[in-house]
């Protein structure tokens, strides 16, 4: 349960109040609580006591989970991204007017993110009149990101199915390896051959279409997973369908996306079974490597497994991941820690995600603050891909994977740290322009709400450093 500290609901109780067309009276009398108290309360004012935390659920008929789900302050942040924009310099929204849009209408919140998301694109692309007749767009990326965001990165649908072609797998043959393969033949008709193939191509169909080709320089771990990957778009079709049909993923490229993302949701649901996998992450404490080896997966695959452990009633620890490359580009993000990661810039230096790549593939161990206050347990560890051969180039890549400092100890990495001590923290925030720390030396763009002025009589660390 989240700690009552963390706890910034009003906007959602009071949401859920009108929707069932209830006077702050009769809730708050229905509560046992004055209809002041539950009005300080909707305005984040007072805090939310578990026991009150249950009653509130009962009377708005909701999952307690369902109040204190961080969506609202990922919204919050989002927005505060895209206001941090110049095209609002002149603007003078504050903060509180940002969260109380979320709080009060995220719908309205949202459309105001896709609305900037088109302009984003629109100025990348240096497109400079749009087509009314064609359909509205969303950097497919983003969508993607979204999708998994609103489903909590978890898909029960291709949970079942992996649990029942595993069972099947582990029938035709002694290993998950040659039962996979054995699966692939005798249930689609296609043998499983490693080959030579072109530069850059890692699986290829046969023309006959009766085999899948390998890359017979991948890693076993990769090699592994793309059979599993392949499997996945030939034996779930019909639950892909269904969930991409449910979602809100009907524009530009993001459908396609969807379907290579949740045949790899699926490829590791295949390898990493949920109760096993679980049990595994539970005994072992969330040590990646030790489990990896478990189950024959890489560091990554670990790691975004570990993100989906949704299960009602048997769920992991709430994770974030995001992964970035050597030049700060975020390719993957997904949080249910609470920890904003940001939608279209990079994000803060001080995150340790960065000094990963100073000493690589080591694992990197961080208590971060944010501005607010809100203290996470964060990771990291630099990853290659490619490379197999010589002269062939690699791509650098770090994993950052973290969770809140109040779940701390449940991963073996925190053992020995004071995550709430004084002095171990380091003081870190989203981005450049919505980070409000002056003091940050290593500030590479100026807040958004603040103008740049310098007295000549000082020098800051920062050349934004002295702002008013």
Not at 124 to 144: C, L, N, R, S
Not at 243 to 272: C, H, K, Q, T, W
Request: with cysteine; net charge neutral; glycine share 8%.
């Amino acid at each position: 349960m989240v700690a009552e500290a963390e706890m910034q609901i009003g906007g959602r109780i009071k949401r859920l109040r009108r929707q069932k067309k209830l006077s702050q009276a009769d809730l708050a009398q229905a509560l046992g609580i004055s209809a002041s108290y539950l009005n300080l309360i909707e305005h984040n004012r007072r805090k939310v006591t578990v026991p009150l935390l249950f009653s509130l659920a009962g009377q708005l008929g909701v999952e307690p989970g369902e109040l204190v789900d961080s969506d609202e302050g990922r919204l919050v942040g989002d927005l505060m991204e895209a206001f941090g924009d110049d095209l609002f310099a002149d603007s003078d929204i504050t903060n509180l007017e940002i969260r109380d849009l979320a709080q009060s209408n995220p719908a309205a919140a949202r459309a105001v993110l896709r609305l900037y998301d088109r302009y984003r694109r629109l100025g990348q692309t240096g497109v400079q009149k749009v087509d009314a007749a064609e359909p509205p767009f969303h950097m497919a990326t983003d969508a993607i990101s979204d999708f998994l965001q609103e489903n909590a990165n978890h898909f029960p649908a291709l949970e079942a199915a992996a649990e029942r072609i595993r069972s099947d797998i582990d029938n035709f043959g002694d290993s998950f390896e040659s039962g996979l393969k054995a699966y692939l033949f005798n249930v689609f008709g296609q043998e499983v051959r490693l080959a030579s193939l072109p530069h850059g191509i890692a699986r290829q169909r046969d023309p006959s279409g009766r085999a899948i080709l390998i890359s017979d320089l991948l890693p076993s771990e990769t090699a592994q997973f793309l059979l599993a990957h392949h499997l996945g778009e030939l034996a779930t079709g019909s639950e892909i369908d269904a969930i991409i049909g449910a979602s809100n993923l009907a524009e530009g490229d993001a459908p396609a996306l969807a379907r290579n993302v949740l045949a790899a949701y699926f490829a590791g649901a295949l390898i990493m079974p949920y109760e096993p996998f679980l049990k595994a992450c539970r005994d072992h404490r969330y040590d990646i490597e030790r489990i990896g080896r478990r189950f024959a997966a890489s560091f990554e695959q670990v790691c975004h497994r570990m993100t989906t452990l949704q299960r009602k009633g048997a769920q992991g620890t709430p994770l974030h991941l995001v992964r970035t490359d050597i030049a700060g580009n975020i390719s993957k993000r997904f949080s249910l820690s609470g920890i904003h990661i940001p939608r279209h810039s990079g994000a803060c230096p001080r995150w340790n995600m960065y000094e990963a790549f100073m000493a690589p593939e080591r694992i990197h161990v961080q208590v971060s603050q944010m501005p607010d206050g809100q203290r996470y347990f964060c990771i990291a560890r630099t990853i290659t891909k490619g490379g197999y051969r010589y002269n062939a180039p690699k791509s650098y890549l770090s994993i950052g994977l973290g969770c809140s400092a109040h779940h701390a100890r449940d991963m073996v990495y925190a053992d020995g740290i004071d995550v709430f001590g004084e002095g171990q923290a380091v003081p870190v925030g989203v981005g450049c322009r919505t980070c409000p720390r002056m003091e940050c030396g290593q500030r590479a763009h100026p807040p958004a709400d603040h103008r740049f002025s310098l007295d000549g009589s000082s020098r800051p660390e920062s050349f934004y450093g002295r702002m008013s």
